[in-house]
């Protein structure tokens, strides 16, 4: 299955055969979304069909006779706003009164469809169908006023929850209340739908505020670590000292048998292989069970990578990349080989990142009960059809007992795709035969996360005796996330050797125009057994760019060419970088557009001595769905201590409509400090096996003194609106490395930066 299938599988992007549904339910009109061929859908009438659920998936939006709209959001909400964005989708083109839009976060009932939150995907791939899920409301609501006014449907308008006919006009609610709904949208029909152009949206685009603000702020938001069951214990895991292949061979309980509340530990057993070697501490109260927890003497039989550390799988990375024989070809374009022999001059160089966390606010946690051999399990989570059939797999039940209440996530980045730490949590349950809370505690989710895979990135340039480019290799090594959790979804290899994990290796195929170009990925399986390698917000591609980024400022030097002029060299749009309808529309030549506008922003910029502007550009996470981003990094360096400090950074971004501009620019505010944070702190190194840095004490994010001016522009565009939410972190530690060299003559080539890397080059 390709990456095109898996978004597909997701978010219902083909309607090719598919219909909508109205119809009046319960006195409210009920909007959903239905296979086309189906056999209930043969017999029955689309009211009747809804009316006993009948259909899968998916229910869009309801309208109570009140006129209240509630539009059911399937994807998790973790500080991105993703519900405001979407409802607005659907409100514009219904003509709804936003004042009366209220969104409901729904549960894993399988007529939600397939859910998964990640990748910046949400807008980019509901964004056609809920505007024909909303233009088809409208429609229906339109044709059932005319009735009631009694007025030709042609002289009918929507505006603000109301339909006008002249002088006359009727709001929703009173439609509804009056009206039947029982209509069928064919395929046909929703390609016609007329959607509004960008001039007539009153929402899309607009100013608003974040329909889950107010919860989040009085307090009353549930978030999974809000969760409370009657009857319910505590428990918290003891963490085995590898991922992999632990055994638990005595258990000493005697010192927790003081603690008070303490109630008794369970050696859990996983039949889904997820965690292994692990023991579980319940008590009457959370307190208890971390007291207990640490009180417990836990002997093991630890796995094989007991002794590996960060320096070991770096150096197999490194002896990876360096092995031609390793890996499969993602990029084979010109002939390598053949400029590689014409070549006058070469440039080699080796990129490497570090093990990095998620470090999520809210600590990973689920609480769990049975009921009626129904197993309930609330928790925050982002790939519910990934993390359920785990779940069902270790309770040796099927998926059709397993529940998921989806809650507000403090944090996701990634980490809460694969809710592994619900496991522990309805074994432990299922053990002690009650309902269970199980909460990590900090050091705990950090030694049970799926850290970003340390890497080895090495690059290789060509250039002819005149000192042109004329080619470049590229060969990466890492562990790799999907590799692990969703191995399906890994497409072959051009020279079909391995199975490729995309989200490993996009941003390779860039977007520069390169005669001869060729790339080469590879699992680095010291890692892949070590760690479960995560998907880290923009997840391979914190790698990539910034050897990528880096290596092109490292051939415009050697050319002696502009790095700015450099790059707009290669970003001609011309032959596959032309882009195409609708995710791409412009290609490379919009890239040059916000690197240009960039240019001019910067180029009369004062600086003060040592201090130097570096620059980057970003494509997004994937050629399929690109967001187009350029940053300048204005950084000063210390010559005596080597500090570095970023005192502003300036971000031009293409990322077609905006549908919520202030979701728009809190993701790309958080993206550039999250991105400045891995650039220059984050860090905890494999030590024995597994991650060493598990607290604050010694895992430094980005601290607020620390936090940079940012200048973020918006270019106005009418395109295909594409992911925000991960693009604008990975081209921070290249434009800031780039700056670097420009100040010291140093090429940092490791992430963190470190000043010590400056001083001791």
């Not at 939006?61 to 059911?72: S, T």
């Not at 998790?76 to 969104?103: F, N, P, Y």
């Not at 993390?387 to 007992?401: F, G, M, R």
């Not at 970088?577 to 180029?603: C, F, H």
Request: glycine share 8%; hydrophobic share 40%; net charge neutral.
């Amino acid at each position: 299955m390709t990456m095109k299938n898996i978004k597909d599988a997701k978010n219902n992007v083909s309607l090719s055969r598919r219909r909508f549904l109205v119809g009046t339910v319960s006195g409210s009109l009920l909007m959903a979304f239905a296979p086309l061929v189906s056999a209930s859908g043969l017999s029955k009438s689309p009211q009747e069909t809804l009316k006993n659920k009948l259909f899968s998936p998916t229910v869009w939006f309801e309208i109570n006779p009140q006129g209240e709209i509630n539009i059911n959001i399937a994807k998790a909400e973790m500080g991105q706003h993703v519900g405001t964005a979407l409802a607005r989708v659907v409100a514009d083109e219904l003509g709804a009164d936003w004042s009366t839009v209220s969104i409901t976060h729904v549960d894993t009932d399988p007529k939600w469809g397939y859910m998964v939150t990640g990748g910046s995907w949400s807008v980019f791939q509901s964004f056609k169908p809920l505007s024909q899920a909303g233009a088809a409301g409208r429609i229906a609501l339109i044709e059932a006023a005319a009735k009631i006014l009694n007025c030709p449907v042609e002289e009918c308008r929507v505006e603000n929850g109301a339909v006008f006919c002249k002088e006359s006009s009727i709001s929703f609610g009173d439609i509804v209340a009056k009206g039947t709904f029982n209509r069928t949208f064919t395929p046909e029909e929703i390609n016609a739908l007329p959607l509004k152009p960008a001039s007539k949206r009153t929402l899309v685009g607009k100013p608003s505020s974040a329909l889950d603000i107010p919860a989040k702020t009085n307090g009353s938001a549930v978030y999974g670590i809000d969760i409370e069951l009657k009857g319910m214990v505590y428990a918290r895991p003891i963490i085995p000292p590898t991922r992999y292949g632990s055994k638990v061979t005595k258990v000493e309980d005697s010192a927790a048998q003081k603690i008070k509340g303490y109630l008794g530990y369970h050696i859990l057993q996983d039949p889904s292989e997820n965690i292994q070697g692990w023991v579980a501490v319940h008590a009457d109260t959370y307190y208890g069970a971390i007291k207990a927890a640490d009180a417990l003497d836990v002997s093991y039989q630890a796995g094989e990578t007991a002794k590996v550390s960060e320096d070991d799988i770096l150096k197999e990375g490194a002896r990876l990349v360096a092995d031609k024989s390793e890996g499969g070809l993602f990029v084979d374009e010109g002939d390598f080989v053949a400029a590689s022999d014409k070549a006058a001059n070469t440039i080699d160089a080796v990129y490497r990142t570090h093990t990095a966390l998620h470090f999520a606010l809210e600590p990973v946690n689920a609480t769990v009960e049975e009921k009626d051999g129904h197993w309930h399990v609330y928790t925050g989570n982002q790939w519910q059809s990934l993390t359920l059939p785990a779940i069902a797999k270790a309770l040796q039940v099927s998926d059709e007992n397993v529940v998921m209440h989806q809650q507000y996530l403090g944090g996701g980045f990634g980490r809460r795709l694969f809710g592994d730490y619900a496991i522990p949590a309805v074994l432990t349950a299922k053990a002690i035969g009650k309902p269970v809370k199980m909460v990590f505690t900090r050091e705990d989710d950090s030694r049970f996360d799926q850290p970003r895979s340390p890497s080895v990135v090495s690059f290789k340039a060509l250039f002819d005796k005149n000192n042109k480019f004329t080619g470049m290799e590229h060969a990466l090594a890492a562990g790799w996330p999907t590799l692990s959790m969703a191995p399906g979804f890994m497409p072959e290899s051009l020279d079909k050797k391995i199975r490729v994990d995309l989200f490993s290796t996009s941003g390779t195929d860039h977007w520069y125009s390169m005669e001869n170009h060729r790339v080469r990925a590879i699992n680095n399986k010291l890692a892949q057994k070590t760690i479960l390698p995560g998907w880290l917000r923009s997840v391979g591609q914190g790698w990539i760019i910034w050897g990528l980024e880096s290596f092109i400022d490292e051939i415009a030097h050697q050319v002696k060419v502009d790095p700015i002029d450099f790059r707009l060299s290669m970003l001609d749009g011309l032959g596959k970088q032309a882009g195409k309808a609708p995710e791409s529309v412009g290609g490379a030549k919009r890239l040059a557009n916000v690197l240009t506008i960039l240019q001019q922003k910067t180029k009369n910029v004062k600086l003060a001595k040592n201090e130097a502007i570096g620059v980057a550009v970003s494509a997004g996470q994937e050629r399929t769905m690109p967001a187009w981003m350029a940053c300048a990094a204005q950084v000063h360096v210390e010559p005596s201590s080597g500090k570095i400090t970023v005192k502003k950074l300036t971000m031009i971004v293409d990322a077609g409509v905006i549908v919520h501009p202030d979701g728009a620019l809190a993701q790309v505010q958080g993206s550039m400090l999250w991105g400045t944070s891995l650039a220059l702190h984050e860090q905890s190194p494999i030590e024995n096996g597994q991650v060493s840095n598990i607290n604050l004490n010694t895992y430094s994010p980005l601290r607020m003194n620390d936090v940079p001016e940012l200048d973020i522009e918006f270019v106005e565009s009418e395109e295909f609106p594409v992911g925000l939410g991960e693009p604008g972190v990975v081209s921070i530690a290249p434009a800031i490395a780039n700056a670097i060299f420009q100040i010291t003559g140093v090429r940092v080539r490791d992430l963190p930066i470190t000043s010590a890397a400056i001083k001791n080059a």
